[in-house]
């Protein structure tokens, strides 16, 4: 229901090239539709919205990327302007700022809602090198298996997801147990929600 009503929205104004369910799908969609602007969440099955924007722009560093999320914590906000965002706004106010967001991405401005943009703006001016909220660091692949094991799915499901053998999930479930100091399965799921890998 919400991809319809953005669809019916977006397409007074804009050509509709596609819609993804996912953050892998919003990868491949892209990469195979070029579009100039993609709009996309935080929080999204299989790969989350802040990862898949980091793997789209090494592929296609010319796109426009538009986060429209209910997160309104500036945390999320800085770290997408960090990831390269041209826009961020939240889906209650979707209506009133979509458009605007994306004709401003359109023509290589930034938009970012007023709900939060003075404190994104200064979060930014003071640490414009910092990597965003403190946390432990993990790598990309680690934060896809996070997000996987997170949304409930089996060593064998995620090895088939990822295309590796399930030894090397075993390995990186254990990897991230460790440098996170989790031990079950349910501390790293409450953990990739409080991080905002995936939503409640």
Known sequence: MVVAGLSTLLERDFELVGTAGDGRQL????ERLLPDVVVTDISMPLLNGLDAVRGLKKTLPSVKVVFLTMHGDVDFATEALRAVASGYLLKHSAAEELTTAIGEALQGR???TPLISKEALTALMENPDSQGRARPALTPRQREVLQLVAEGRTVKEIASILDVAPRTIEYHKN???L?????TTAEL????VKDGIMSP
């Open 110 to 112: 930034v938009y970012i």
């Open 27 to 30: 990868i491949e969609m892209s």
């Open 175 to 177: 990897s991230l147990a």
């Open 189 to 192: 799921t409450q953990y990739a």
């Open 179 to 183: 440098n996170l100091g989790l031990k």
